[in-house]
């Protein structure tokens, strides 16, 4: 390992205290001689003083603790260093950590983010907006447009939400999806375009999506009533049904008749009525537990 790494710690993902993590980060960077430089995010110029650092200390790792918004931050910003980036899971909903099945304690993260072998991520780009983990337009970007606006954060502000968008549910919107498959027209709650298999609270949503094959997956939640829906986000039901479409490409346009709630990676992105995607293969180093390395 080279004399400088990186540990970029975003203060306010997941309304968590850092006190104690960067704490234990410090006891651990000590006990291995590791040269560390820490960097706070501030949401103001963040990417581009990431990439100055790089320049100047020319990391061997970039150490992240924060959400999936910090980590897609830090991906593009590094996107041109070959450097390998560990995860230390610190937001509301820490998705890609949940895929990679990183484990619970920090000290375990701790070995896996400094010292464990990586593997080479697809990203996902979407209207020219790059998407590491989980992307949908409909239902779920409408509950996470409802809980940004929430006070109450972490899981139970994102249950809260789930809870109040499925209450107040709209129609559904009418789908056109093409690419090199056959068309599909149909009505959907949400699709997700899925470059791994699992919300960050645990949901299943892709089973057979893998973060390294060159593709993405397209799931579509046609027109199904409220149980249903709640079911599905709830994790209590298998995804082999009618109601439940997935198209595995390496690209896509969803154009929808109205405008629909976007989101990308758990961050809010406005109404869209055309999406269009595209895979970018092996795009991010990234560090995994040592199970992870024996099934890539």
């Not at 706070?40 to 990417?47: E, I, K, L, N, P």
């Not at 599909?184 to 375009?193: F, P, Y």
């Not at 949901?203 to 409220?226: A, C, H, R, T």
């Amino acid at each position: 390992m080279k004399n400088n790494n990186i540990l970029v710690v975003n203060p306010i993902s997941g309304g968590l205290d850092k006190d104690a993590l960067i704490e234990s980060i410090n006891v651990f960077v000590e006990k291995h001689k590791i040269n560390l430089f820490t960097y706070y995010t501030s949401g103001v110029a963040d990417s581009e003083e990431i990439k100055e650092l790089c320049n100047s200390l020319k990391p061997d790792r970039m150490i992240v603790a924060g959400g999936d918004g910090t980590i897609k931050m830090v991906a593009e910003a590094v996107q041109d260093f070959d450097v390998i980036i560990g995860i230390l899971p610190a937001g509301s909903a820490n998705g890609l950590a949940v895929d990679l099945n990183l484990p619970e304690t920090v000290e375990e993260n701790l070995e896996i983010a400094f010292f464990n072998h990586y593997m080479e991520m697809d990203i996902i780009c979407i209207n020219g907006k790059k998407s590491i983990h989980l992307s949908d337009i409909g239902l779920n970007a409408e509950m996470i447009k409802n809980y940004e606006g929430s006070a109450i954060r972490g899981k139970l502000g994102y249950a809260l939400q789930t809870l109040y968008t499925l209450a107040d549910l709209d129609d559904p919107f009418t789908a056109t999806i093409t690419g090199e498959f056959p068309t599909v027209i149909c009505e959907a709650r949400m699709i997700v375009i899925a470059n791994s298999q699992k919300y960050g609270t645990g949901i299943s949503i892709n089973p057979n999506g893998k973060m390294d094959d060159g593709k993405f997956e397209l799931v579509i939640l046609k027109n199904m009533d409220l149980i249903i829906l709640g079911k599905i986000i709830t994790g209590n039901i298998p995804l082999d049904t009618d109601d439940i479409e997935i198209i595995s490409t390496e690209k896509a346009t969803i154009i929808t008749d109205i405008p629909v709630s976007f989101q990308i990676d758990g961050e809010y992105c406005g109404m869209q009525n055309q999406l269009d995607i595209k895979i970018l293969p092996k795009q991010m180093k990234v560090a995994i537990p040592r199970s992870e390395q024996l099934t890539i």
